[in-house]
């Protein structure tokens, strides 16, 4: 090799190196996990390929995620093994939705109930890129300052809304309700069926485009991203659904579905 293309290789290397330090906060505060190593989260996208929402996958055919990530059957499609949104990686499986199936008592105004099960046409062919995620047991509490990991494709900047193209996470502590919920914070929109998370100096959140996406304690799914105010501001936790109030609910819906021809 001559010096010139030497010195430009070099040259390569340190840019790489300086690109991957990444400076920029994602999710908000957070870091890109080892690629695939949170691999029962799923992209929601539109039609065009558009993300919009994250979710879980909690067996071959059955996926978790906000109810008000509910666009239309029509106009959406769920991809697992999805790291990397803007680079085709060869881990990807796109499925169309067969059955969307909101909570029958989500209010879009206050954001209770904010959970939607939804069935795919095809099962996941689950390998390494793709697995399933727990489910807390009915009625689990999950009590104040556990840590807790939220990922998702969601703004990495309260104020500029930028999707990141790979996946972010990020570690937070669980908020009690009587601290959420408090005149000074969240003012008493905190109902039972929500937990709240995050840091007392803020920092660190979900954002938009997280929404529908795991809050995982101890290996299980507690929480999915709902609302906020802002992102990562100290005053206002994060709000998630608590999926442990659902687990009946969700275990119906599936078993309702469930069809034996389907062999999950
Ligand atoms: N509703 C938002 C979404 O649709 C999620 C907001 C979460 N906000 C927060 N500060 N944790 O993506």
Sequence with gaps: ????SLLFCILLEVLAIKCQED???RIVGGHAPVPFSINYIVSIQTTHHQHFCGGS??????????????IGIHRMMVVAGEYSLSIYEGTEQ???????????KFNSLTNNNDLM??????????NRYVSI???PRHEASISEGRMCRVS??????????LIPSTLRTVRIPIVSPAKCNSSQSLDGRITENMICAGFSTGGKDACQGDSGGPLVCDGRIYGLVSWGR?????RFPGVYTAVSKYRRWIDDVIFSYYSKCDNF
Excluded at 1 to 4: F, I, Q, S
Excluded at 57 to 68: E, F, G, P, R, S
Excluded at 117 to 126: F, N, R
Excluded at 230 to 234: H, I, K, L
Aim: hydrophobic share 45%.
């Design 1 to 4: 090799m001559d010096l010139p």
């Design 23 to 25: 400076p920029q906060e």
């Design 57 to 70: 996958l909690i067996n071959k055919y059955w996926v978790i995620t906000a109810a008000h990530c509910d």
């Design 94 to 104: 796109k499925f169309v939705p067969q059955l969307l199936v909101p909570h029958p």
């Design 117 to 126: 099960l939804i069935k795919l046409k095809t099962p996941a062919y689950l």
């Design 133 to 135: 995620a727990l489910l």
């Design 152 to 161: 998702g494709w969601g703004y990495t900047s309260p104020t500029i809304g």
């Design 230 to 234: 802002g992102c990562a501001d100290a």
